[in-house]
């Protein structure tokens, strides 16, 4: 059922990019915070029509949010769902979106702006964080933690914590859960995404400590975790290139001076192979890229670059990963990139290839912005 399935418009035009021409529309104009939801796997609709968002009632006092679901086309915004725990999560541009209200496991439908309630996890193992949901919603993956008296939030995810995690596949059918993989020895976290197009294999990510420094590692395994091999390290944002076999991420750039390493003066984008295949650099001098999400065919990325910490500017540049060659669609998204990742600009595409999905926050509030990508644009990358 839906709450009211009523819309409204909030959004606003925006002078169009002066570096690219393109259109820019904030979807959303909330007092609060709302913000896209970054990740490899988009929750939005395979018409490249709708997108989702979270608004948070009170991001500092209150655990609740506000599922919302934005028309690019209309411009209208639509609440579906006011009582969201969690961070939600679907299958690529799949149009729905899979949460917890509560304890109990909720199914969103952004065609439909409807909900179901699925099931109660209050006796499923502690959850972390939602993760991924397999291509055909069959699997929802989530980690989950074990309980440690100790553990304060300001000792999780640093190299003292006792935390450990465990990854844990629900059966949205047989509404059983199993766990799938355990890690090995104390992480910082442990994350896992399916592949976005046939959900055959699950691409399982540790923040692994060497000494103070907390370095990023991804390993593919079976649709039941087992036989997982080491695909790339030292990667801080990585993503599947469609079902191209191949991932694209970053290696680590120096997060005191903002810059790239020495070892590194060409930059850190690279592409990563599920056969071995040593990584290949996609050069990128005068930028730094920080996150990266991938087009569904897996042949464009787009990264938010860190020219600067602050005050900016922060562009958004869209990457072809065959031929190398990159080109700014936003030249500064307007994010202000202090403190956490909602005030970074977490782009993404839509399914149809048509907008690419942001951050920003220039008046003091993070909304959800979209950029048209211009006639043209992709073809001059190739």
């Given at each position: 059922m839906a709450i009211n399935n009523v819309w409204a418009k909030e959004a606003r035009d925006f002078p169009p990019d002066p570096v690219s021409g393109a259109k820019i529309v904030r979807l959303s104009g909330s007092s609060i915070r709302t913000e896209n939801?970054?990740?490899?796997?988009?929750?939005a609709t395979r018409d490249g029509k709708r997108v989702a968002s979270l608004r948070y009632v009170d991001y500092l006092l209150s655990p609740a949010k506000a599922l919302m679901c934005h028309d690019v086309e209309t411009k209208f915004t639509c609440l579906i769902d006011r009582d969201?725990?969690?961070?939600?999560?679907?299958?690529?541009?799949?149009?729905?979106?899979?949460?917890?209200?509560?304890?109990?496991?909720?199914?969103?439908?952004?065609?439909?702006?409807?909900?179901?309630?699925?099931?109660?996890?209050?006796?499923?193992?502690?959850c972390w964080q939602f993760m991924s949901v397999s291509p055909d919603e069959r699997y929802l993956?989530?980690?989950?933690?074990?309980?440690?008296?100790?553990e304060t939030p300001f000792t999780v995810n640093s190299p003292t914590s006792s935390q450990t995690y465990s990854l844990i596949r629900v059966d949205l059918r047989e509404k059983t859960w199993k766990s799938l993989y355990d890690c090995p020895g104390k992480t910082g976290r442990l994350g896992a995404s399916y592949n976005p197009v046939t959900g055959g294999e699950i691409l399982i990510s540790m923040a692994v400590w060497e000494g103070k420094a907390r370095q990023g590692v991804g390993m593919l395994a079976d649709t039941m975790g087992r036989n997982a091999r080491e695909v790339f390290r030292r990667t801080h944002h990585f993503c599947w290139l469609g079902n191209t076999g191949r991932f694209a991420g970053m290696v680590d750039f120096d997060y005191e001076k903002v810059a790239h390493r020495p070892e590194n003066p060409d930059g850190e984008l690279h592409v990563f192979s599920t056969n071995g295949t040593p990584p290949r650099l996609i050069p990128a001098r005068e930028h730094l890229f920080y996150h990266i999400s991938s087009s569904p065919c897996g042949s464009y990325v787009v990264c938010e670059s860190l020219e600067t910490l602050l005050p900016g500017p922060w562009p958004i540049v869209v990457v072809n990963v065959e031929s190398g060659k990159h080109r700014v669609l936003i030249r500064d998204s307007g994010c202000s990139s202090g403190g956490d990742a909602g005030r970074q600009a977490n782009p993404y595409f839509t399914a149809d290839m048509r907008h690419v999905i942001y951050n920003a926050d220039p008046d003091g509030v993070v909304n959800v912005f979209a950029a048209e990508i211009p006639q043209g644009f992709l073809e001059s990358l190739k």
């Open positions: 939801m970054y990740c490899d796997a988009p929750r969201v725990t969690g961070w939600p999560v679907g299958p690529a541009w799949g149009g729905s979106v899979y949460y917890l209200s509560g304890t109990i496991l909720k199914r969103a439908s952004l065609d439909t702006c409807t909900t179901e309630p699925l099931m109660d996890m209050a006796r499923f193992p502690r993956l989530y980690c989950a933690t074990e309980d440690s008296s100790e």
